[in-house]
């Protein structure tokens, strides 16, 4: 939750310098007064540390803490000292911003927050990694840069401590309503209201210096009225601009007139006074709109979000978030998809308000509404990449126009910039529990998306977020179809991050999911993989018996291409535990499985395996014949390169036989077929061993 900023037309969440997921700011905000705190906050920086004066190196960046209640204008603060530290290259490798409290309030974890640093730095966090593993990746990263870390609304030095690099170098910058007990070295700056001056500098600068200047002494009031927050003076001056007629005098009655909750901190009534004033003077339709921006994931919308849940126009939609952003209300990352932010000081106005003029059936219903739309968007985002005559592009055809997207392009831009949205949406909806149907077909369609889009594996962290959600909701719902299918996607990134003993855990539950659920497919693939994991761990006779399970149902079921492969899997595991016969025999079945499926090098390879192990029993000879047997397969497959490395098997077996003249008869024949393969042709293999 961030807070209001002094000057509102600044890209919202954007961090605005390197690592930034919105593009940043052309110009900077317009800032008023805080001259003697940004003083102190610099003179901090280049002061002496604790360390330094008792003559040690410092061991952890600097941190200066921004203190202030909500609506004081804290993150503008924070911003504005970074803009200035930024520009003449002290902190050359850039400023971070991440954001350490959720628009609903809740506090952000710390795997959330170390994956954000780690994905504006670019650098590759394993999917299921836990917070310390995170951690200590970006205190690894920074620990060769020169940053500014701007760690906003953190709830408690919890949040923080563990994102502070261990490098002198590095500065940051965070922002609380209170102290952050527990960080040695922290140095405070607490704010409250602006002057009077710089109070009335910001109203003129939005409503115009002659409305200031003919009746100043009411102005200097109205500051006063505001408590002089940057947040409620920016919503004021938003009233005063949208009505011309009305005077300073005026509005300043019709804020008193507001009536305080009395429950309500005395220094928060100001600010919900100027929230309040706006609010009720907005249209009837306008104001529904505004308070059900509350569900908004993330807290950010665009103008479908705004449609669907008020159920109106894209078009009114963005009309009505455009007139919110010169009300203060809203802030946008002025983009060309543009992206629109409630401030985190008004997000609990707006939500109280939500709950106090909405029943909860129109809550659940305007809920239901956005999670439609979001399905609905994202699954045009995926078909957008089929050909066009497939069926997905024929049903694209018949949706909305607004709905539909021009090109692959657009829809994966569309993407980027709506996914931290979008995956917030996920989370909320398999949270809420009312909406279990629609959530499953949003994480659904989530996934589809960023696979064809961003591909498995440079998605495989937000995938496997993604998967979790999945489980949670067929736990909940006791679908042991679908906890079969989460499992085993979450046991395989598990098992491609070398977690191997969680992926096995996952795989044998995936096993008993998928025998509730009689799925015949989830238990084969949970066996298969259970025994990839033992054999991963060097168990080869838990791995032999586990393929040995697969292998039987597979048979059961008549499906020879997976018998065939499975074939393959026994052989390697009987193998590497010196049981020759018995792998024999299991390369041999593999390679008659694929000879009936008519598959020429698969059958190639299973003979070749088939030699190697026979060259290790001892029986040079029958290797020699059978490693012929695999060329002549590859040669009549046309698979160049296949044979081409069977041929120098073929003559290190020569070799190793005594006969090293038929040994270089076979290694030039292997030259020759390399020599011969085109560059087209090496880029279809690369493909197809892909």
């Known amino acids: 939750m961030t807070d209001q900023a002094v000057d509102t037309n600044g890209p919202a969440g954007a961090a605005g310098t390197a690592g930034a997921k919105e593009p940043p700011e052309a110009t900077p905000p317009r800032f008023f007064g805080r001259a003697r705190e940004l003083k102190a906050l610099q003179e901090d920086i280049e002061g002496a540390g604790l360390d330094t004066l008792a003559g040690r190196k410092a061991a952890r960046a600097r941190v200066l803490l921004i203190a202030g209640r909500p609506g004081s204008g804290r993150t503008a603060l924070a911003a504005e000292l970074a803009r200035r530290l930024a520009e003449p290259g002290d902190y050359p490798d850039g400023v971070f911003r991440v954001s350490l409290t959720d628009p609903g309030g809740e506090r952000v974890t710390g795997e959330r927050s170390a994956r954000a640093l780690l994905d504006m730095l670019r650098v590759a966090a394993p999917p299921g990694a836990d917070e310390d593993e995170l951690s200590e990746m970006v205190r690894e990263a920074f620990a060769v840069r020169r940053a500014l870390i701007l760690l906003d609304d953190a709830v408690d030095a919890e949040q923080v401590d563990p994102l502070l690099p261990d490098n002198p170098d590095c500065l940051v910058v965070a922002t609380s309503a209170g102290p952050l007990t527990g960080i040695s070295g922290v140095r405070p700056c607490t704010i409250g209201g602006l002057d009077t001056g710089a109070a009335v500098q910001l109203l003129a600068h939005t409503i115009g210096q002659v409305r200031i200047t003919v009746d100043p002494r009411t102005a200097e009031t109205l500051t006063e009225e505001c408590g002089g927050l940057p947040a409620a003076l920016t919503l004021v001056a938003g009233w005063l601009a949208a009505r011309p007629g009305a005077s300073v005098a005026d509005v300043t009655k019709q804020l008193r007139d507001q009536q305080d909750d009395p429950e309500q901190p005395t220094g928060a009534r100001p600010l919900a006074r100027a929230f309040r004033l706006v609010h009720d003077s907005l249209p009837a339709v306008a104001a529904r709109i505004l308070r059900l921006l509350a ?47 409630v401030p985190g000081c008004l997000a609990p106005l707006v939500r109280a308000v939500l709950e106090e003029r909405e029943r909860p059936a129109e809550i659940q219903l305007a809920r239901a509404r956005m999670l439609e739309r979001t399905v609905r968007r994202l699954q045009a985002c995926r078909a ?271 070799d190793r036989l005594g006969d090293p003249a038929a040994a270089r008869l076979h290694r030039s024949a292997a030259d020759r077929l390399l020599g011969e393969e085109s560059p087209a042709y090496e880029i279809r293999s690369a493909s197809n061993e892909t």
Not at 308 to 336: E, K, P, W
């Open 384 to 654: 957008v990449t089929d050909p066009e005559d497939s069926p997905a592009r024929r049903r694209l055809a018949g949706l909305p126009r607004s709905l539909r997207f021009p090109n692959p392009e657009s829809a994966a831009e569309w993407l980027r910039i709506r996914e931290p949205s979008l995956v917030a949406s996920a989370r909320l909806a398999v949270r809420d529990g009312g909406l279990d149907t629609l959530a499953r077909r949003l994480v659904a369609a989530l996934v589809r998306a960023l696979a064809v889009h961003r591909g498995t594996e440079d998605a495989a962290p937000v995938l496997y977020g993604l998967h979790g959600l999945v489980l949670d909701v067929a736990e909940r719902r006791d679908l042991p179809r679908e906890k079969a299918a989460a499992l085993l996607n979450l046991a395989d990134l598990d098992a491609r991050t070398g977690r191997t003993r969680e992926a096995l855990a996952r795989y044998r539950a995936a096993l008993d999911a998928g025998r509730a659920a009689n799925d015949l497919y989830a238990t084969g693939r949970a066996m298969e993989s259970a025994g990839g994991a033992y054999a991963e761990l060097g168990d080869y006779n838990r791995a032999s018996d586990w393929y040995g399970r697969a292998l039987a149902q597979r048979l059961t079921q008549g499906d020879q291409a997976d018998a065939a492969r499975l074939y393959g899997r026994l052989g390697a595991v009987h193998t590497y535990t010196g049981r020759y016969g018995e792998a024999l025999r299991a390369w041999r079945a593999a390679a008659a499985g694929h000879r009936r499926l008519g598959d020429l090098p698969a059958q190639a390879r299973a003979l070749s395996e088939a030699a190697r192990v026979q060259e290790y029993a001892g029986r040079p000879q029958e290797s020699l014949h059978t490693c012929r047997e695999a060329v002549d397969l590859a040669r009549r497959a046309g698979d160049v390169r296949l044979q081409a490395a069977l041929e120098l098997r073929l003559a290190d077996t020569l």
């Open 295 to 341: 569900l908004s994931p993330a807290g950010l919308a665009d103008a479908h979000t705004a449609s669907a849940l008020a159920g109106c126009s894209v078009s009114a939609a963005q009309t009505t978030l455009d007139d919110f952003v010169r009300f203060g209300l809203l802030r946008t990352n002025g983009a060309a998809l543009p992206q629109y932010e």
